[in-house]
C-alpha cells in the first residue's frame, strides 16, 4: 500500500452537528477538513450527527481538500455504528478517518480491519481511506514508535494537547512565565517524540490545537515552535487559524531561494570531486543537501515551485 502525498498544513476542526459549520468549512481554505463525531459533539447529538456528514460530503464541493471525519475512539460504544454508518454512506467522498485517544497498536488494528470489510462490502479500493492518529494518551506516548509502525494505513500522527494534559496530570496554572512557573516548553518532549516516530515511519506529524482562537500570535508562536522542530501542519479550531497556519508551514521565497543555491553549490562540488563547498563561510556537503531538499519537496506541495 502507497502512501498519498497530501498538504497537511491546515487540519480545520467541524462540529459534525451544524451543517453550516460543516458548509463553511467546505469553502475555507484549510488543507484538510475533519467533521468531528467526538469531541465537538454532544452525547445526545452523536447519532444525528452522522447523517449530517454523510450529506455534507456527499453534496458540498470539497475542490482540492483532504476530506477526513473525527470518529468516536475505540472504548466508546458510538465508533463501530460511526464507521459503519459513515463509510457505508459516503466512503468514496472520505480520505481519512482520525482516530481519537489509541493507547495501543490493538486500537487502530480494530479500525484497520472494519475499514477494510467496508471498502471490500462497498467496492471501494482497499486501503483507499487512510488514518491519522491523536496522540492524546500518556499510554499512545510511551508505545508511539509501536503505533506509528503497526498499519499501512497509517498517513500522520497528530499531538492531542487538552486530552495529553489531563492523562499527564498537568498542572495547567504553573506553566507560563513567572515565579514559580515551569521553565521553558513543557511540550518540546512530546513534540520530538511524537515528530521523530512519525518520521522514522514516513508519515507526517502534526501539532495539535490551540484554544484561544482570538490570540493570534499565540497560534503563530506555538506553530512556528512545532515547525522548528519537523511538523508539517497544525490543527485550526477555528477558520481564523487557517491562514496562520498555511504560512507558517510553507517555505518563505528567501528560503526556496537558499534551498536551491545550496543544493546547486553542493552539487557542483561533488562533480568537481571535491565533495563539499564553502556556502558564506559555511562548510555544506550531502547532508546540508538533503536538509534543503526538504524544503524544496515542501515548496512543491504548496504550488510554490
Not at 487512510?130 to 508505545?143: K, S
Not at 565533495?275 to 506541495?301: F, P, Q, S
Amino acid at each position: 500500500m502507497t502512501r498519498p502525498t497530501r498538504l497537511r498544513r491546515s487540519e480545520l476542526s467541524t462540529p459534525g452537528s451544524n451543517p453550516k459549520m460543516i458548509a463553511g468549512a467546505a469553502a475555507s481554505n484549510a488543507d484538510l477538513v475533519f467533521l468531528d463525531l467526538e469531541d465537538a459533539v454532544s452525547p445526545n447529538e452523536k447519532v444525528p450527527a452522522r447523517k449530517f456528514i454523510i450529506e455534507g460530503l456527499n453534496t458540498l464541493d470539497w475542490g482540492t481538500k483532504t476530506r477526513a471525519v473525527r470518529i468516536n475512539g475505540t472504548h466508546t460504544h458510538w465508533c463501530f455504528e460511526d464507521l459503519v454508518e459513515v463509510v457505508t454512506g459516503a466512503g468514496k467522498n472520505i480520505d481519512v478517518i482520525i482516530v481519537p485517544k489509541p493507547k495501543s497498536a490493538r486500537d487502530v488494528w480494530f479500525v484497520d480491519t472494519l475499514l477494510t470489510q467496508l471498502e471490500g462490502q462497498l467496492g471501494l479500493e482497499e486501503g483507499r481511506i487512510g488514518l491519522e492518529l491523536l496522540i492524546e494518551e500518556t499510554e499512545a506516548l510511551a508505545r508511539v514508535e509501536e503505533i506509528a509502525a503497526c498499519c499501512p494505513r497509517i498517513e500522520a500522527l497528530i499531538l492531542g494537547f487538552g486530552d495529553f494534559s489531563a492523562s499527564q496530570g498537568m498542572r495547567l496554572s504553573l506553566h507560563g512565565q513567572g515565579e514559580g512557573k515551569y521553565p521553558g516548553d513543557p511540550w518540546s518532549y512530546h513534540r520530538n517524540r511524537m515528530i521523530v516516530a512519525a518520521r522514522a515511519n514516513g508519515l507526517d506529524a502534526i501539532d495539535g490545537p490551540f484554544a484561544d482562537f482570538r490570540d493570534e500570535t499565540g497560534y503563530r508562536r506555538e506553530a512556528t515552535w512545532a515547525s522548528a522542530l519537523g511538523a508539517v501542519g497544525k490543527w485550526a479550531i477555528h477558520p481564523a487559524q487557517v491562514p496562520i497556519a498555511n504560512d507558517v508551514y510553507s517555505p518563505t521565497d528567501s528560503e526556496i531561494q537558499r534551498a536551491q543555491r545550496v543544493i546547486n553549490q553542493v552539487r557542483e562540488a561533488e562533480a568537481a570531486g571535491t565533495g563539499a563547498a564553502n556556502a558564506g563561510g559555511v562548510m555544506i556537503d550531502a547532508a546540508t543537501a538533503r536538509l534543503y531538499e526538504v524544503t524544496l519537496e515542501r515548496a512543491r506541495l504548496t504550488g510554490k515551485l
